[in-house]
């Protein structure tokens, strides 16, 4: 796959970032029920992750979804109307926000069970290898390691040595200890995540989340690997969690993102400014581009303007967006000629 330039990279890392931006708002409005995560933060994992697939390959996401779905193609329209339980979304309001998926862009199952991708995954890498093309990418977080599907699947893709690439999203990590190697989880007696899979004999490695040229080295060579047949591999990709993924319900501390904030100027929210300095992926790489002379402040303002307003048109199509007809309430319920 050709690699992101560096004005792709920013463009699909803010596509994300605004995108869960309206839907906390539009939430706070109360334009959908239910609850919903955000994966502002963590925007050039799922960039880095998707940009290394081709058309044939497929993903498996978390109730953390919505960045995964876009950065591997799906229109911010059609899932904003998705989320708001309209008939123009992908599923025609069926799936809502945490179940969601892309069947055409190789999004075939989003779960919103702690690990339950991960079973589905595997069979999909089965699928791969059986038909001999294309590579599977499951996401899910660290809490995923205790559960015994997690186990389930990685042996399976061990012995079988299937095309799968599992990618930890480890969102609890202290900004300093994102790049060493001695953060363990709350809950799990072993000292590194990684050496779970190390001991099922999986290569391993751990990436600095906040590194989005890191973040892309780190996909671009594991996925070739799995893809020549290599095996599964395992990546840990150390995250500090968002201040607005603290409270039950995403919030926005300090406001909407403002592009200033890369250039300079401050928050008045305090935890928000910390996180900025030390832990914001489109800050450090907007910060870094900027110095290397590849990406000025004028570039990164007019693709800001121009990802401000699709968004602003997503939401529109999806407010504009019929409700389902209740009489298609039973539709896709049963397989085709299987109804009782």
Same mark, same amino acid.
């Given at each position: ?22 839907? /906390? ?8 029920? $239910?609850?919903?995560?955000?994966? @502002? ?41 998705? /989320? ?52 599977? *990418? *499951?996401? %899910?977080?660290?809490? &995923?390691?205790?559960? $015994? ?5 990685? /042996?399976? &893709? ?5 095309? /799968?690439? %599992? ?86 501390? $300090? ?47 007019? @693709? ?8 602003? &048109?997503? *939401?529109? %199509? &999806? ?22």
């Amino acid at each position: 796959m050709p690699k992101l330039t560096v004005a792709e990279r920013v463009t699909a890392m803010l596509r994300i970032r605004r995108f869960e931006e309206q839907c /906390i708002r539009l939430s706070k409005e109360g334009q959908f029920p $239910g609850h919903y995560h955000v994966y @502002i933060g963590q925007e050039p994992t799922a960039v880095a992750a998707c940009a290394a697939l081709a058309a044939e390959d497929f993903v498996f996401s978390t109730w953390r979804n919505h960045g995964h779905l876009l950065a591997r193609g799906a229109a911010a329209d059609r899932m904003m109307a998705e /989320i708001l339980g309209k008939a123009g979304g992908y599923a025609g309001g069926r799936s809502g926000t945490l179940h969601l998926s892309v069947r055409e862009l190789g999004v075939p199952a989003t779960s919103a069970l702690v690990g339950a991708s991960l079973p589905l995954a595997t069979g999909g890498a089965l699928a791969c290898k059986r038909r001999g093309s294309g590579v599977t *990418v *499951v996401f %899910f977080g660290d809490a &995923a390691l205790e559960e $015994g599907a997690f186990y389930e699947a990685m /042996i399976i &893709a061990a012995v079988w040595k299937l095309p /799968i690439l %599992f990618v930890c999203e480890n969102n609890s990590i202290p900004p300093a200890q994102r790049k060493r190697g001695q953060y363990t989880s709350s809950t799990l007696p072993a000292a590194r995540l990684a050496d779970v899979p190390q001991s099922l004999q999986i290569a391993t490695e751990v990436v600095d989340g906040a590194d989005a040229d890191a973040l892309a080295g780190c996909f671009e060579r594991l996925v070739a690997e799995v893809r020549s047949g290599g095996g599964p591999r395992f990546v840990e990709v150390r995250c500090t969690r968002w201040p607005g993924n603290f409270p039950l319900w995403p919030e926005l501390p $300090g406001g909407e993102w403002q592009l200033a904030w890369a250039y300079g100027q401050q928050p008045d929210h305090a935890d928000m400014a910390a996180w900025l300095q030390q832990s914001d992926p489109v800050l450090l790489y907007l910060r870094k581009q900027a110095a290397a002379g590849a990406l000025d402040r004028a570039q990164a303002e007019a @693709i800001d303007a121009s990802v401000r307003a699709e968004m602003t &048109a997503a *939401v529109r %199509f &999806a407010l504009d967006s019929p409700l389902p007809a209740a009489n298609e309430a039973y539709e896709h319920v049963w397989a085709q000629g299987r109804q009782a």
